[in-house]
């Protein structure tokens, strides 16, 4: 194989014995490199580890490795395990920041580690366990890391070389195999020169005055018409087409507008028709009736693609869109991640989403990651991506800052968990607090803000003992419980502790897992519980308003989630055998953010067997796990077709 200068630049570190970290572009060819060590690793009869962000992408490099090497690859992602003790092992980040955690782990058996996407550290919810995950590295693992550009690579490389002392090289690529044309529609009209993009929102921000107030001239703002844009692409041959919209009712809606366009000639329509039905038999949706609303899109070279979609469906789609019968998909930026899933153009229709916390305009590094999808390697001279800009929501000095600017430094969002806390107290005891010196964020900060972090953690260590989970420089039972059961520790524990768990039927253990994972949207509406499930619910509120009160007194953020039972009638009519399409009349959430949920529900009733509750708890709990994972909940099932 002929490889790319940085690419073989990387394999011959990794030759030398070398951890080494990749920054390069969307679609440079990353993946390469890991499929080096991993052909490497199956030849020299060692063990490597793949991590991934998302569950999605995990579920992806399974399907794409496993096909590449037979019977070597397996899959940890909390709610699958197939293969678990196979040569090369792909999961979740979160998985392998537990199992270096675990007194009992088989990570001594594994000599590679590779973190796909590590710029994910920056996250602000999850980023610390990738932080952890590296700061608690086992001596005897190398380290891949691929990362998306960021300008402070060298900052992480330089950490890291500080706190395990190994070599370690960096592997830096700006330029992309296929360079991108940018373009912009602003006022109705098409052009790729910003300068001209600066003078059409020059003319929509005129005004004119009334009564000494200044009003802006809405009579100058010409419609953005997606259809226009569409047609536009079709007719100068830039399809296929990859439409990032940041809503999921906003994808469906712009799909379903697109409905007079037909992109598929004859044979491409009976192509896309035959191979719609083979997977639509195989993955059991030919009477689905998401699936049969999408179709006459589907048949036009048209689709959409989101978190809310079924999964098997979801898959259909992404199948087809390889097969480069879908012309224009509308897509949430997850598709961003999907792995080898070019197209000739990129197309935004906004430049601003919601961070988790709040709305903001698009990052720079995010915006590359998307724009990265533009231009097929070896069928493309140049990728095209096309900006939709609206004077009334962005600005040119928004719009400048997201295309033009430099991509945002990867910062530490270092919080380390209650479990992490219990796990690390149990080896270190009240050393524990001489591991933040090792962390990315005191490499990171100044003293003030070092201070913060460190007495973050005292606080928490602070609770833990108030709370009976360190006694006399030990952890106890119910801290081991605790360990066990990341990001939902302390009420569970409680509940644990009071012996309410040993009360509680499989359903209800069920129910009770899925109101801890439950995250309402605003306006969802809450349900009508029998007596027994309020009662459930008054405990629980209890229970976690006690503990919100315990964190808010000692400064501690995020609070401890709070219990939701939304979702209870549907999880119950589920448990009783009813139909998914039954059991979504219950629910005030999308079909495929449903299974979500679901499958969430397992993974905290299978860490629930991992902690010392009762053999009669855990007897339901592989109950209540077998009650709900069937049919389209099942996700290994969806895996191994």
């Not at 940085?6 to 993946?31: C, L, M, R, W």
């Not at 009736?289 to 036009?300: G, N, S, V």
């Not at 800052?401 to 910062?411: D, F, H, N, Q």
């Amino acid at each position: 194989m002929i490889y790319d200068a940085f690419q073989e630049k990387a394999i011959n570190y990794i030759k030398d014995g070398h951890s080494v970290i990749v920054s390069a572009p969307t679609g440079a060819g990353k993946t390469v490199i890991a499929e080096y060590v991993i052909n490497d690793c199956l030849e020299k009869n060692k063990r490597a580890i793949y991590t991934a962000p998302i569950k999605a992408l995990s579920n992806q490099k399974f399907r794409e490795f496993k096909d590449g090497f037979p019977g070597k690859i397996g899959i940890l992602t909390g709610d699958v395990s197939i293969n678990p003790h196979a040569p090369i092992l792909i999961m979740t980040t979160e998985i392998f920041r537990n199992k270096i955690l675990e007194e009992e782990s088989d990570i001594a058996d594994y000599s590679w580690i590779i973190f796909d996407e590590i710029h994910y550290m920056d996250d602000y919810e999850r980023g610390t366990v990738w932080e952890e995950s590296l700061i608690f590295l086992p001596k005897h693992m190398k380290m891949l890391a691929l990362s998306a550009t960021i300008p402070n690579i060298d900052e992480f490389a330089n950490w890291i070389h500080s706190i395990h002392k190994r070599p370690l090289k960096v592997v830096k690529e700006e330029k992309r195999p296929v360079p991108l044309h940018f373009f912009y529609q602003c006022q109705g009209d098409i052009v790729d020169n910003v300068s001209k993009v600066k003078h059409l929102m020059r003319i929509s921000e005129r005004h004119y005055y009334y009564k000494g107030r200044r009003f802006p001239k809405k009579e100058h703002l010409k419609p953005n018409k997606a259809t226009s844009l569409v047609e536009h692409l079709f007719n100068n041959n830039k399809l296929p087409c990859i439409y990032f919209s940041f809503g999921r009712k906003r994808c469906e809606y712009l799909a379903r507008e697109m409905g007079g366009f037909d992109f598929l000639n004859v044979e491409e329509k009976i192509k896309i028709k035959s191979l719609l039905n083979e997977l639509c038999w195989k993955y059991g949706l030919a009477e689905e009736r998401t699936q049969l609303m999408l179709r006459p899109l589907i048949e036009r070279g048209i689709a959409h693609h989101h978190a809310g979609m079924l999964p098997t469906l979801k898959e259909i789609v992404e199948q087809l869109f390889t097969s480069r019968l879908i012309k224009v998909i509308f897509t949430t930026e997850t598709f961003a991640l999907g792995i080898n899933m070019p197209a000739r153009t990129v197309v935004f229709d906004e430049l601003r989403k919601f961070y988790g916390r709040f709305f903001s305009s698009l990052k720079t590094r995010d915006f590359y990651q998307m724009a990265g999808r533009a231009g097929r390697r070896g069928i493309d001279t140049e990728g095209f991506v096309y900006t939709r800009v609206n004077p009334r929501f962005t600005s040119y000095q928004e719009l400048d800052k997201t295309i033009y600017g430099e991509p945002e430094r990867v910062r530490s969002r270092f919080n380390a968990s209650y479990a992490t806390i219990l796990n690390l107290y149990g080896k270190y005891g009240e050393k524990l607090y001489d591991i933040y010196p090792r962390s990315f964020h005191y490499f990171q900060e100044k003293e003030v803000r070092r201070e913060r972090a460190l007495e973050l953690l005292r606080a928490k260590v602070s609770l833990l003992k108030d709370l009976d989970y360190i006694a006399r420089g030990r952890i106890t039972e119910k801290g081991f419980f605790a360990g066990k059961v990341y990001g939902y520790e302390l009420s569970l524990s409680e509940l644990y502790e009071e012996g309410l768990l040993e009360k509680l039927s499989e359903k209800e253990l069920g129910m009770l897992s899925l109101a801890l994972v439950f995250e309402p949207r605003r306006g969802c509406t809450e349900p009508k519980l029998n007596k027994r499930l309020k009662g459930l619910k008054d405990i629980t509120d209890s229970i976690v308003l006690r503990i919100q009160k315990m964190e808010k007194h000692l400064n501690i953020k995020p609070f401890s989630k709070t219990y939701f039972y939304n979702l209870s009638p549907c999880l119950e009519a589920w448990m009783n055998g009813e139909e998914f399409d039954k059991v979504l009349r219950y629910a005030d959430v999308d079909g495929g953010e449903l299974i979500r949920y679901f499958r969430m529900t397992i993974q905290i009733l299978r860490e629930i067997l991992d902690t010392p509750v009762a053999s009669s708890v855990k007897e339901r709990a592989g109950k209540a796990i077998g009650l709900i994972n069937r049919d389209i909940i099942d996700a290994e099932k969806q895996l191994r077709m």
